[in-house]
């Protein structure tokens, strides 16, 4: 049984750091690319970050360049996404999916296993 969880998430101020991890089970993702969503009540999910298969090549969304750096750790089976000078606009819950493909794409449709999601909230 392939599952992806994710933890980390919290309640924060603005300004504030959280590192979110995704933790894999079931099988390994360490030829696959993964990469971070998000989604915020009342909106669609965007993507956030993502990583190539051996975390050489990372991608973000313009909001978070600067603020945000995904990494992984392919002997952990884990990927990690550290937040920094967090925003209200940050809030949102966070999910990790990993890729059919080896190098991360924005689009969902490249993602086939996605994990449940943990909540972010940043109070401005």
């Known amino acids: 049984h392939v599952q992806l969880a994710e933890s980390g998430g919290g309640l924060v101020q603005a300004g504030d750091s959280l590192r979110l991890s995704c933790s894999a089970s079931?099988?390994?993702?360490?030829?696959?690319?993964m990469g971070w969503f998000r989604q915020a009540p009342g909106k669609e999910r965007e993507f956030v970050a993502g990583?190539?298969?051996?975390?050489?090549?990372?991608i973000y969304i313009d909001s978070v360049k600067g603020r945000f750096t995904v990494t992984r750790d392919n002997a952990k089976n884990t990927m990690y996404l550290q937040m920094n000078s967090l925003e209200s606009e940050d809030t949102a819950t966070y999910s990790c999916?990993?890729?059919?493909?080896?190098?991360?794409?924005?689009?969902?449709?490249?993602?086939?296993?996605w994990g449940q999601g943990t909540q972010v909230t940043v109070s401005s």
């Open positions: 999916a990993a890729s059919i493909r080896s190098y991360p794409s924005r689009r969902s449709e490249d993602y086939r296993y």
């Open positions: 079931g099988r390994t993702f360490s030829n696959n690319a």
């Open positions: 990583i190539s298969w051996r975390g050489e090549n990372t």
